[in-house]
């Protein structure tokens, strides 16, 4: 039985301290937080309750396989809901789509709104990702990779030269394209500097659908949390982890601001720059910079939103995502931000002014200093981005990475996926 030390107790650092619990190692979590869940723990202010991070999942196959091999299955823990329709676009012309999850057919209808012929486009252009979707998954969602022994598959997609606004171009309609680029610019990313086989996303949504969890993203760090209990993995919160003592060229012990924990094995899911043994390793990397953040909460519910409306801007106005349900909404503000947000949606048509009861204003700098580190990961500098992440093992030994600035990076399913491959290189004790 290896004695594991994981470090960050956010989503990744919770999933593979309870996998690797489940394999019969002796676990430590060290969280440098008053609780576990990182972006999963919900904001809270005069009776209203908001999700910090995340609203919804794709992939929940990812979440469901996580609690399947730690214990009891997801269903008898959590419930999770489809959306029908997760995302609205809302363009600068006044146009709009309701985009529908899980349906090829469904997603056509919808895109022929915004004029004849738009919908086929669209569906071509998500079609034409699932080849590289089948590879991904194969190869380098599922399956511990080295960049010195790729499938040649693998190989040519990671090495293609391609940016997804290149591949966007195709498209010809400026609508299209900010839907197929917007996963990207939500976690901060710019179109040219991001590979084209990112674009997979817009597939994954299509065939898989989106799932939110019934009494939000808090309740899955809950779940987690008592998961932890039940697996026996030792919590420490409140503990500034500072470094890793490394001896012989294998890692001995995590220090901390109360002294050294020894470790045979330790999983870093936090930011690595934090951590001057591997600094060096992701020097040519940089964090994707957070949106700007409003929590709202409201006296009446606004009508007609979709429980993520995107109101796209222009060189001049900043895009705004609006996400929640009830009289609990966030936004979310990209690109010029030089105005309050509330303020901006009055200009797009959406007045809340009269029916805030309470806001939480979070900048950039409040969430990394949260955190502790970017909660989107790594920033897309071009296709060698993909090779200068950490994970799922590292160059010094007994050391192994997870989490959003890990392969295979940000978001739920993908920080669950970075987990799982850790277990995987672990084993069972």
Request: with cysteine; charged share 20%.
């Given at each position: 039985m290896a004695r594991v030390v994981v470090v960050g107790g956010g989503y990744g650092g919770m999933a593979a301290a309870a996998r690797l619990a489940k394999l019969g190692h002796g676990v430590t979590l060290l969280e440098r937080g008053p609780r576990l869940g990182g972006a999963l723990v919900p904001v809270e202010q005069e009776g209203f309750t908001w999700d910090g991070g995340p609203t919804s999942t794709l992939l929940p196959a990812v979440v469901r396989d996580m609690f399947r091999k730690s214990g009891r299955p997801l269903d008898r823990e959590l419930d999770l809901v489809e959306l029908d329709v997760?995302?609205?676009?809302?363009?600068?012309?006044?146009?709009?789509?309701?985009?529908?999850?899980?349906?090829?057919?469904?997603?056509?209808?919808?895109?022929?709104?915004?004029?004849?012929?738009?919908?086929?486009?669209?569906?071509?252009?998500?079609?034409?990702?699932a080849e590289a979707w089948e590879v991904l998954r194969r190869e380098y969602l599922e399956r511990p990779w080295s960049p010195d022994h790729l499938p040649a598959a693998l190989r040519d997609l990671l090495?293609?030269?391609?940016?997804?606004?290149r591949r966007v171009r195709g498209l010809k309609d400026e609508r299209l394209r900010l839907m197929a680029?917007?996963?990207?610019?939500?976690?901060?990313?710019?179109?040219?500097?991001?590979?084209?086989?990112?674009?997979?996303?817009?597939?994954?949504e299509q065939r898989f659908g989106a799932w939110t969890?019934?009494?939000?993203?808090?309740?899955?760090?809950?779940?987690?949390?008592?998961?932890?209990?039940?697996?026996?993995?030792?919590?420490?919160?409140?503990?500034?982890?500072?470094?890793?003592?490394?001896?012989?060229?294998?890692?001995?012990?995590?220090?901390?601001?109360?002294?050294?924990?020894?470790?045979?094995?330790?999983?870093?899911?936090?930011d690595p720059r934090r951590l001057p043994v591997l600094a060096g390793y992701v020097e040519r990397t940089m964090p994707a910079m957070p949106p700007v953040v409003v929590h709202l909460g409201l006296a009446q519910e606004p009508p007609g939103l979709a429980h993520e409306t995107v109101l796209h801007g222009s060189a001049k106005e900043p895009t705004i995502t609006l996400?929640?349900?009830?009289?609990?909404?966030?936004?979310?503000?990209?690109?010029?931000?030089?105005?309050?947000?509330?303020?901006?949606?009055?200009?797009?048509?959406?007045d809340v002014r009269p029916h805030v009861v309470t806001r939480v204003d979070r900048?950039?700098?409040?969430?990394?200093?949260?955190?502790?580190?970017?909660?989107?990961?790594?920033?897309?500098?071009?296709?060698?981005?993909?090779?200068?992440?950490?994970?799922?093992?590292?160059?010094?030994?007994?050391?192994?990475?997870?989490?959003?600035?890990?392969?295979?990076?940000?978001?739920?399913?993908?920080?669950?996926?970075?987990?799982?491959?850790?277990?995987?290189?672990?084993?069972?004790?």
């Open positions: 997760l995302r609205e676009h809302r363009f600068a012309d006044g146009s709009s789509v309701r985009l529908p999850f899980g349906s090829r057919a469904a997603q056509m209808a919808a895109v022929d709104g915004l004029g004849a012929g738009l919908g086929r486009r669209w569906a071509d252009h998500v079609q034409a990702y090495g293609s030269r391609e940016t997804l606004a680029t917007y996963p990207a610019v939500a976690e901060g990313h710019e179109p040219r500097d991001v590979p084209a086989w990112t674009g997979v996303a817009a597939y994954v969890v019934v009494g939000g993203m808090g309740a899955l760090a809950d779940a987690l949390t008592a998961r932890l209990a039940t697996r026996r993995v030792e919590v420490h919160t409140d503990t500034d982890v500072r470094d890793l003592v490394v001896r012989g060229g294998r890692v001995a012990a995590v220090a901390t601001s109360t002294g050294d924990v020894d470790a045979d094995v330790v999983v870093v899911t936090c996400r929640g349900s009830g009289t609990s909404w966030t936004l979310l503000g990209r690109g010029r931000v030089d105005e309050d947000l509330v303020t901006a949606l009055v200009r797009r048509g959406i900048s950039p700098r409040d969430l990394v200093e949260a955190y502790g580190g970017s909660p989107y990961g790594v920033l897309w500098q071009g296709r060698r981005t993909t090779f200068r992440r950490l994970g799922p093992a590292t160059p010094v030994e007994g050391v192994y990475a997870a989490g959003a600035h890990a392969t295979p990076g940000a978001g739920l399913p993908y920080v669950g996926l970075s987990a799982a491959l850790v277990a995987q290189l672990v084993g069972p004790a």
